[in-house]
């Protein structure tokens, strides 16, 4: 193999390029991004560098020298448009081709959009530096932020905005916020946001979005309006396939990859947000948006490139900042799931979560000690007796849908 294309110049774009290195490979390295700027971490997107103001270098992976010292060739603002896998070219926006031998799809995730406010400008999603850069700008002008959608990026964000001294509104369909982790954690957050001045409507959709001058109209569905400077809809993301259609590799909500990262196709794999694959240690296939598994994805595809297969079986993990609260999530967690609270108090939570008998997922708000043991229990595949046995409150399934 004389050269590997890596696309998606990111966390997992970065990784999978840093591994193949370090396993020895010394052939060519080129790594395409769509974005005009070095990588760079996006967790602080909507937290410090939202607040403080979007500093390009403290958010980068690495320094410009680091490309260089690895032999890393970096294309960016070049955005891949196409996959031709029987000849080994990828085709870029500007009209131009790079051949490959090897090629790691490391496109990732962007956001979700609601299609009528396409055009507002008081309506931001947040992916990108560029994204960060302009909600900032809205937010230090102050007013009323309307929040559409209580996940964790809605929900960062609004945290960091009533640090601003902002009106915040937080609308979600579901019952409660964080709503795939139980109505106790969705509690825990609803209570931590409103003690901070935070308005959480939920079990409440958006009818329509209205542009009306230079704010916005949110029309709710119980027929009040919400009167916005700035609105962020933050409704979940979908991997960054679409410039692999047409092309042999297999798309369905992101790249359909087997156990060990490969695509099927010879010479391609695929890591972090954009990768689905069959992850053994749950049964389940999965597509994870999370920090840790685009720099350990990015490290396994590597490997499977370089001819080291082995399946990814990973214990997902990810972490949230809100106001004082640090969750520390672990595992897999669904609405279906059986719930254990283990502990409780205004300042912190730990609940585990089980199916089928076994211990998957647990959440740890403001109590780093217990996630260790707990990941370990997850990965044990531990009966969930073992750690529900002496929980103060177990509930079955996590959360009722509306
Ligand atoms: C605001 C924000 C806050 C977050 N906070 C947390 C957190 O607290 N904890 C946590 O665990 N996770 C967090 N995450 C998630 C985490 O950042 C992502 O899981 C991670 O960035 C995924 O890395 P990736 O390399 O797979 O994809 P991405 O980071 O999305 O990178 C993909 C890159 O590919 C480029 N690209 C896309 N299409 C093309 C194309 N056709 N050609 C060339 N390049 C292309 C994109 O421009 C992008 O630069 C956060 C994400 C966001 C947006």
């Known amino acids: 193999m004389n050269r590997v294309v890596v696309v998606g110049a990111s966390l997992a774009g970065v990784s999978a390029a840093e591994s193949l290195r370090e396993r020895g490979f010394d052939g060519d390295i080129v790594l395409v991004g769509a974005e005009d700027r070095l990588p760079y971490t996006r967790p602080?997107?909507?937290?410090?560098?939202?607040?403080?103001?979007?500093?390009?270098?403290?958010?980068?992976?690495?320094?410009?020298?680091?490309?260089?010292?690895?032999?890393?060739?970096?294309?960016?603002?070049?955005?891949?448009?196409?996959?031709?896998?029987?000849?080994?070219?990828?085709?870029l926006g500007a009209g131009t081709s790079i051949g490959y031998d090897g090629l790691v799809i490391a496109t990732g995730s962007i956001s979700r959009r609601m299609p009528m406010t396409l055009s507002m400008p008081a309506v931001h999603t947040l992916r990108t530096h560029d994204d960060a850069c302009r909600l900032r700008e809205a937010l230090v002008r102050?007013?009323?932020?309307?929040?559409?959608?209580?996940?964790?990026?809605?929900?960062?964000?609004?945290?960091?905005?009533?640090?601003?001294?902002?009106?915040?509104?937080?609308?979600?369909?579901m019952p409660a916020p964080m709503h795939?982790?139980?109505?106790?954690?969705?509690?825990?957050?609803?209570?931590?946001?409103?003690?901070?001045?935070?308005?959480?409507v939920c079990s409440t959709g958006v009818d329509s979005l209205r542009a009306h001058g230079d704010r916005a109209h949110v029309i709710l569905d119980t027929g009040e309006t919400l009167i916005a400077d700035t609105v962020l809809v933050g409704v979940g993301g979908i991997p960054a396939t679409a410039w692999l259609t047409g092309s042999a590799v297999r798309c369905a909500d992101g790249v359909r990859c087997e156990p060990d990262l490969s695509t099927g196709v010879p010479g391609v794999v695929a890591a972090g947000d954009a990768a689905r694959w069959h992850n053994a240690l749950f049964a389940e296939t999965m597509r994870v948006e999370h920090w840790t598994n685009a720099v350990e994805q990015g490290v396994h595809a590597a490997g499977t490139l370089l001819g080291e297969p082995r399946p990814f079986e990973s214990v997902p993990y990810f972490w949230t900042d809100q106001f004082e609260a640090k969750l520390r999530c672990v595992g897999r967690i669904s609405p279906e799931d059986t719930v254990a609270v283990l502990r409780r108090d205004a300042s912190s939570l730990v609940a585990a979560y089980g199916r089928d008998g076994i211990v998957r997922g647990a959440v740890c708000i403001n109590a780093p000690r217990q996630l260790a043991t707990l990941r370990s229990a997850i990965a044990d595949r531990t009966p969930f007796r073992d750690i529900a046995g002496h929980a103060p409150s177990a509930t079955s399934p996590a959360a009722p849908r509306r």
């Open 44 to 91: 602080p997107l909507s937290k410090a560098a939202l607040a403080d103001g979007v500093d390009e270098s403290a958010l980068r992976l690495r320094e410009p020298a680091w490309f260089e010292e690895q032999g890393v060739t970096l294309r960016l603002g070049e955005a891949a448009t196409a996959l031709d896998t029987r000849d080994r070219v990828l085709r």
């Open 142 to 173: 102050g007013g009323h932020l309307v929040v559409v959608g209580a996940g964790f990026i809605g929900l960062e964000t609004a945290a960091t905005a009533r640090g601003m001294g902002l009106e915040v509104t937080v609308v979600d369909v």
């Open 180 to 200: 795939r982790f139980g109505e106790h954690v969705g509690a825990w957050f609803r209570d931590l946001h409103e003690r901070n001045g935070v308005r959480i």
